[in-house]
């Protein structure tokens, strides 16, 4: 039997229904203070009410709301929208032609757009006037809708006394509260920020309570009025001995399992098992092998640095000594020329006024797109009174070139008709004859009859010449003929045709051939048993796969129906659980007399709500997703605000009162200038670091480092020479004091360690050894 932890014997004992009571209270309160303080803080989660006189507020009809336009102004704005679509849909048609225009009409020909029977009367100067006005208006209000919506983008302006928009200042903001509404505000903000922590610390004692005043009190949880009673010392001492015992059996537990963690103790005397000297361990390697093996492995990770390094340039190298130059990617030796500023800026201008042209052709083949501009005076183009507009027609001429486009119709449908005489014609009209087209009076002349049949004669030999061809080029084909006199030749035995075999071989070789067709029927016969044997001999006998010697057994025809009927019944049980569990897919029944469940008004369902709560619940529901609305624009202001006020006008977010200082024009050049120079130092540094990179360059003068004979190089052991003259060991001497000199003055030339003919300018003699600058040695030698 396992032990009980609430009727254990140092279990506390339980509190009475009077003080669980009070906690559930406390509990209940607590949740709703956390509740409410939830809910004002996040207004965008929405509310969620089943009282039907809860009312919230609405964002249309709140005192600060603007006013809404009338009927007339809707129905008004409702017909210029309706216009605009129609004018969209016109200039779709007269830019894509291609399109066609379907017509049922027989005598319907070429279509003229300006003239068409349905089309719309001509406006007046007047009305041209008027629309031209709207449009403008109409594009005044996108743009400032787009600047609404985007405060992001900023605006550009080239007058210096223009000013930028100001979201909490336009004319058609809403009045702000007084500072005593402020200030109310900001009391019940702060109280339900109070309420909340206390809530929070209600609900989660364990984190504890920070307080700065030594005077201050705060609630304790074990000793509070409903605090559970204590336990005596007793049953605590026996408790913790329980714990500490569990602790101990969950140590050894895990010590067990990970024998890797390793075992620490502070006690010389204890001895614990080793998982590497145990009894059953391997065969340790000797130590020269395993320092053998330590420093092959070291020498592998190295390689391995090394490689990565040269193979991913762009991760850099992390260098604490200053004196560390490196090599850089962009300016090595051997990297590739690039253009110079001349050329650079060239290229852009190209580039620049490419994508200008770029943006004419695009605008020129797609007027419908719309021009977006910043400056409330400009006017949109217009595609058919631009400046660089071809000449219109007069109305006589746009007359006349309708009649020849018609006519172009009426002559492409005849020639059409004309190509293609078997589409044949369509006419609705009874007294409407067709023509023909072989007695036309425009049909060439007919042969006649006695030309008819020589051309038929000469037909039908061209077609026995053919028969003849075809029975001579495939002779196994072979002749049918009902002549019996009838003589042809025969392929086989004719003078050219090569020796056969004799009828013995030609035998023989059926017999075979005969036998491998049997062979293959058999085979396929037992790969394959389900396709069934087929016999036309009623004494013929054949295998049954299902009732061979060797088939496992069948079950009787009792078990097969029990399990179809099993079969059957779990079937219908799952179709009534979906049809439970998915009561959405609804039941489909051929059987008018089928009555079937529904799941709203069944017995057993819940009552619904009348239709006046329905319709109370959707005000109160349309009033919460109002909140909400509100709550997630003030929440959110970048989200943006869409408004058809053309007086409206926005905040920009980079030149706010409130925006920090961005810094001066010096500031931003000694930054670049302090990072062109790291850049510089973190090259030289790449360079000292990785020397098995190399250097590449032409000029037989240059002398680059060698990172084994280096002055700071360790001495290698090499083979003992002949005692140097003092002279020569002092000159060693003082030239590797130098270098140490250098090396730790940290001096701060970075000029080229690595130099090329490309380097160098044209008609300038190569440099010599002592003009070198070799690792910040030049300036010395």
Do not use: W
């Not at 079937?571 to 051929?590: C, D, I, N, Q, R």
């Not at 130098?738 to 090329?756: C, E, F, I, M, R």
């Amino acid at each position: 039997f396992g032990r009980n932890y609430f009727g254990r014997p140092s279990a506390p004992e339980m509190e009475d229904v009077e003080n669980a009571e009070e906690r559930a209270r406390v509990l209940a309160e607590a949740a709703a203070l956390k509740e409410s303080a939830v809910d004002y803080l996040h207004p965008e989660v929405g509310v969620t009410s089943a009282d039907g006189a809860c009312f919230g507020r609405n964002y249309f009809d709140r005192p600060l709301a603007p006013e809404t336009e009338d009927m007339e102004d809707a129905e008004e704005r409702a017909c210029v929208l309706a216009e605009a679509a129609a004018l969209k849909k016109s200039a779709v048609d007269y830019m894509h032609p291609e399109v066609g225009v379907t017509a049922t009409d027989g005598a319907c020909f070429g279509r003229n757009y300006f003239e068409r029977p349905s089309a719309d009367e001509m406006e007046e100067d007047e009305f041209a006037d008027e629309r031209a006005e709207i449009l403008e208006e109409a594009a005044a209000l996108k743009k400032l809708a787009v600047d609404y919506m985007h405060p992001e983008v900023g605006v550009t302006a080239t007058d210096a006394t223009v000013f930028g928009r100001n979201y909490f200042n336009r004319p058609s903001a809403p009045e702000t509260e007084d500072e005593e509404d402020a200030e109310e505000r900001a009391r019940v903000l702060a109280d339900a920020l109070a309420l909340k922590k206390s809530a929070i610390d209600y609900m989660h004692p364990e984190v504890g309570v920070t307080s700065a005043d030594g005077a201050s009190f705060g609630r304790n949880y074990f000793d509070r009025p409903a605090a559970v009673e204590m336990e005596d010392d007793e049953f605590a001492d026996e408790r913790a001995e329980i714990l500490e015992e569990a602790a101990a059996l969950k140590k050894l537990a895990a010590d067990y399992a990970h024998p890797e963690v390793g075992v620490t103790a502070a006690d010389a005397t204890v001895f614990g098992r080793n998982y590497f000297g145990r009894p059953s361990a391997p065969e340790m390697e000797d130590v020269e092998n395993a320092e053998e093996r330590a420093r092959v492995l070291a020498e592998a990770a190295a390689l391995k640095k090394s490689a990565v390094d040269y193979m991913h340039p762009e991760l850099g190298v992390t260098s604490a000594d200053g004196a560390c130059f490196g090599r850089n990617f962009f300016d090595r030796p051997t990297a590739p020329e690039t253009e110079e500023d001349e050329f650079a800026d060239e290229r852009a201008e190209i580039l620049e006024e490419a994508a200008a042209l770029k943006k004419l052709a695009t605008d020129y083949m797609h007027p419908e797109v719309c021009v977006a501009a910043t400056d409330a005076t400009v006017f949109g183009r217009n595609y058919f009174n631009r400046p660089s507009a071809p000449k219109t027609e007069e109305e006589e001429d746009a007359e006349e070139r309708a009649r020849v486009l018609a006519d172009a119709a009426a002559l492409k449908k005849l020639a059409i008709d004309f190509m293609h005489p078997e589409v044949g014609v369509t006419s609705a009209d009874g007294a409407c004859f067709g023509r023909n087209f072989f007695n036309r009076p425009s049909a060439p002349e007919t042969e006649e009859e006695e030309d008819a049949e020589e051309r038929a004669r000469v037909l039908a030999e061209a077609a026995t010449l053919k028969k003849s061809a075809i029975d001579y080029m495939h002779p196994e084909v072979g002749v049918t003929t009902t002549d019996a006199t009838a003589f042809a030749r025969n392929y086989f035995n004719r003078y050219s045709a090569p020796e056969t075999e004799e009828d013995e071989f030609a035998d023989e070789r059926a017999e075979v051939l005969a036998e491998a067709a049997a062979l293959k029927k058999l085979a396929a016969d037992y790969m394959h048993p389900e396709v069934g044997v087929s016999a036309t001999d009623a004494t013929v006998f054949g295998r049954n796969y299902f009732n061979r010697s060797s088939a496992p057994e069948a079950e009787d025809v009792e078990e097969a129906e029990e399990r179809a009927r099993v079969l059957a019944e779990a079937a219908a049980l799952k179709k009534s659980a979906v049809a439970y569990m998915h009561p959405e897919v609804g039941v489909a029944a051929t059987d008018a007399t089928v009555y079937g469940r529904n799941y709203f008004n069944r017995l057993s369902a819940p009552e619904v709500e009348d239709v006046e709560d329905a319709e109370e619940r959707a005000l109160a529901l349309a009033d919460a997703a109002a909140l909400k609305k509100s709550a997630v624009d003030y929440m959110h202001p970048e989200a943006g605000v869409t408004s058809v006020d053309a007086a409206c006008f926005g905040r920009n977010y980079f030149s706010r009162p409130s925006a920090p200082e961005t810094e001066e024009v010096e500031l931003g050049e000694e930054r670049a200038r302090v990072l062109a120079e790291a850049i510089s130092l973190k090259k030289s540094a790449v360079d000292y670091m990785h020397p098995e990179v190399g250097v590449t360059t032409t000029d037989a003068t240059v002398f680059g480092r060698n990172y084994f004979n280096r002055y700071s190089a360790p001495e290698a052991d090499a083979p003992k020479k002949q005692t140097e003259t003092p002279e020569a060991s002092g000159d060693v001497a003082v030239v590797k004091n130098l270098a140490a000199a250098v090396k730790g003055a940290n001096l701060p030339s970075t000029k080229s360690t690595k130099l090329s003919s490309s380097d160098s300018d044209a008609g300038v003699a190569k440099k010599s050894e002592s003009s070198v600058n070799l690792f910040g040695l030049g300036e010395v030698f």
